[in-house]
């Protein structure tokens, strides 16, 4: 584990950061074209932290132009593969070098714990573009069956211009869950990070150009969805845009797409993600560290949030006496303060909407919490309800867990596979033949037994249903979404036997 700092070194890190504020394009930082900007707030004080451009389709167009001339002329998609991990190689290094810094970034304009910041957010970025970086020279083209007299090779090539947009709940992240294979791969990048969260987006830009990235490959365009990303998404010269964030925001980008030049759309979308508890599971203080740390980390600003507990009922008490027991050790307060696990919504609108379901949690059994601790901050909160209720259907998106109580192994993956998504679920069992026929029974995209998590980079990401399609994030399967595969045939046949010399 990272060594944390004291809330007060913490501080005074914040105290000496400059904030980036420009745009980032053609390997240059400038103002919108407009020269608007919009502000940027720290989400546990309210306080004004940087006044960021706000970019608009001017800026996405000229952002675009760069990437095509930069993809086009090879400077980076024919770059030799050793040069490219060579250059995301010096990349991870000056984030290394960089890593307390942009960790207080993050927590300051995220309202992140600077906890998870340091032991996660930061160090599982740096590890993800590491990885991607040492995958570029290893990743063979192919040969199929053909005849005696032909040779068939299928060769991947990369995608071209390729649009990605973040979302707020880990901007570090999935930058890196984006950038890594797509650079990776030779394509040309125009990114936009969400509007809540820009700062270490840009920091990241500027520590790219020093390790060598071409100008023009990576390009950061700042700005609202409306002004920036709904442009890119219909841009007719973008090659492939991948999203992760609302299932509402991943349909428009179908739509856009549709309305432009069918380019390719890979969503990563929501979760109402259950969490499976069956009579005779082990460790009950395993399970409930599991199941709180599910539910609860990132202050449940998770798509993967193991945000639905449903228990089977012979030990439904056992295990709520020593969930609470675990809840009740993870803190809320200032995010700076390395000691806290419950930091700030991410926004004023957020926190709202958040606050609702706690209204609508008064009609049903509260096990916990079910306060607002201060303004942006909400304390973990355990409600019992049916399965129908609209706090065990809806993705809050915050720091409520539900339970729902079943009688077998059959009704509980039935209520698990009652939901419009299917992103992420986990079964606790110490049987291990019941775990994996439930594994295999439950309709999402990564499923955890006797555990809860995401897995890492080497293993897929994704979702069924309406948590998205069109490829994975992570492991070599993310290459996918930025390539695609060319046959080129060669025909070997030379009819005249004297031109075999």
């Not at 090539?157 to 709940?169: A, K, M, S, T």
């Not at 709180?292 to 980390?297: M, P, Q, S």
Request: net charge negative; proline share 4%.
């Amino acid at each position: 584990m990272t060594d944390l700092l004291t809330t007060e070194e913490y501080k005074a890190i914040a105290a000496g950061l400059t904030f980036p504020t420009l745009a980032f394009i053609d390997g240059g930082f400038r103002p919108a074209l407009s020269g608007k900007t919009f502000t940027t707030t720290n989400p546990a004080t309210g306080e004004p932290l940087a006044e960021i451009a706000a970019c608009g389709p001017e800026d996405v167009d000229l952002a675009v132009t760069a990437a095509r001339a930069a993809f086009e002329d090879g400077r980076w998609s024919k770059l030799h593969p050793g040069e490219r991990k060579e250059t995301l190689l010096r990349l991870a290094a000056l984030m290394q070098e960089h890593a307390r810094e942009l960790a207080v970034l993050e927590s300051l304009d995220a309202g992140k714990t600077i906890f998870d910041c340091e032991t996660v957010d930061v160090p599982e970025t740096i590890h993800v573009i590491k990885w991607h970086a040492e995958l570029i020279d290893k990743i063979y083209d192919q040969v199929s069956p053909a005849s005696d007299n032909h040779i068939a090779m299928v060769v991947r090539e990369p995608v071209g211009v390729v649009g990605l947009v973040l979302p707020w709940n880990f901007p570090l992240l999935m930058l890196a869950w984006k950038i890594g294979p797509a650079l990776a791969a030779g394509c040309s990048v125009v990114l936009k990070p969400a509007g809540e969260t820009t700062l270490t987006t840009l920091r990241v830009a500027e520590l790219a150009a020093k390790a060598g990235l071409p100008a023009g490959v990576l390009n950061i365009v700042t700005g609202s969805g409306s002004q920036v990303g709904e442009p890119l998404g219909r841009h007719t010269d973008v090659d492939m845009v991948s999203f992760t964030g609302s299932t509402a925001t991943g349909r428009r980008f179908l739509t856009y797409s549709t309305d432009s030049n069918l380019k390719e759309v890979v969503l990563e979308l929501g979760g109402k993600n259950p969490c499976i508890v069956l009579d005779d599971a082990e460790d009950l203080d395993a399970v409930a560290a599991h199941v709180v740390n599910g539910a609860f980390w990132n202050m449940g600003q998770n798509c993967s949030a193991g945000s639905r507990l449903i228990v089977q009922r012979g030990i439904k008490d056992r295990l709520l006496e020593k969930v609470r027991a675990e809840a009740a050790g993870w803190q809320v307060g200032d995010p700076l303060d390395p000691s806290i696990r419950v930091g700030a919504l991410i926004s004023q609108s957020h926190f709202q909407k958040v606050s609702s379901y706690l209204e609508a949690a008064r009609s049903e059994m509260v096990l916990m919490g079910g306060k607002v601790v201060s303004e942006g901050f909400i304390e973990p909160t355990i409600v019992e309800t049916g399965r129908d209720s609209r706090l065990a259907v809806e993705e809050i998106f915050g720091p409520i867990l539900t339970v729902i109580a079943v009688d077998s192994f059959e009704e509980a993956i039935a209520v698990a596979n009652d939901t419009e998504y299917g992103l992420a679920a986990s079964i606790f069992s110490a049987n291990g033949k019941r775990a994996l026929r439930g594994a295999r029974a439950l309709r999402a995209g990564t499923v955890t037994v006797n555990s809860f998590g995401e897995g890492d980079v080497t293993t897929p990401f994704g979702g069924y249903k309406q948590s998205g399609f069109g490829g994975r994030d992570n492991s070599i399967h993310a290459h996918d979404q930025y390539t695609q595969l060319k046959t080129i045939w060669l025909d070997l046949t030379d009819n005249a036997a004297a031109g075999l010399d």
